[in-house]
């Protein structure tokens, strides 16, 4: 509860400055819908390390694995204002993955961000902006996971699947936005992320929620955003 309180007095305090730091009007905003493609590179450090596993209440278990670093696209919709945006976005990307010494396998990330939010400080063709980032990443590893089909047999039986972690993200980062032209822009940005584990289940199975599965996810990103007409 404390970091939501910290992480949302940040948001307001960049924001208001965001807005006052120029001369211009902001009683009648500009409004302009965007769209936009990006290519995504996340990386995560932490308790994805390819260490154990968890075990659900079914009984399955999920591995661990120690993600590496995975390249993939996303889509960006939002609004622009005067001197801000609120975006909402999907990116998938795909990873490689170890556990232990012997098990290499492949996995998808699935990013939604829920709420982002740039403030732009500056307005020449060339704009620094800071972010803020609320999302939620569901990431599927294929065969990580063991379904528990032994049902009455006096030894454990497993069936490989895919093992499924959720969790939440709040970021703060920030970055380069270029101007083509008036509905073209390039953006750069890198966003520090912190990643909080909320579920751990197999495909089709019954949640667990651990204790503690926190990592640091490093988010970077250079997309293509086209801008509407004024509204």
Not at 151 to 157: D, K, M, Q, W
Not at 158 to 174: A, D, H, M, P, V
Request: aromatic residues 18%.
């Amino acid at each position: 509860m404390k970091k939501r309180c910290v992480f949302s007095t940040l948001f307001v305090i960049l924001l208001v400055f965001s807005l006052k730091s120029t001369g211009q009007d902001y009683s009648v905003p500009t409004i302009r819908v965007f769209s936009g493609i990006s290519c995504d590179n996340f990386m995560f450090f932490g308790a994805f390390n390819g260490k154990g596993y968890f075990v659900t209440p079914d009984n399955d278990i999920v591995l661990i694995p120690k993600v590496k670093p995975g390249i993939g696209a996303g889509f960006h919709l939002g609004f622009a204002f005067n001197r801000a945006e609120i975006e909402l976005a999907y990116s998938q990307t795909f990873h490689s993955y170890t556990n232990g010494d012997t098990l290499v396998g492949s996995g998808t990330t699935g990013y939604v961000r829920f709420m982002h939010v740039k403030g732009y400080l500056g307005d020449k063709r060339i704009r620094p902006f800071w972010t803020l980032d609320f999302s939620g990443a569901w990431c599927s590893f294929k065969d990580a996971g063991f379904k528990d089909i032994s049902e009455n047999f006096a030894e454990p039986l497993y069936e490989r699947t895919k093992g499924i972690y959720g969790g939440i993200i709040l970021g703060f980062g920030g970055g380069l936005s270029f101007s083509i032209n008036d509905k073209l822009s390039l953006v750069l940005s890198v966003i520090p992320e912190w990643y909080k584990g909320t579920d751990v289940y197999i495909k089709k199975g019954n949640y667990y929620t651990p204790e503690k599965f926190s990592n640091f996810l490093l988010n970077n990103s250079i997309g293509l955003y086209y801008y509407f007409k004024r509204v």
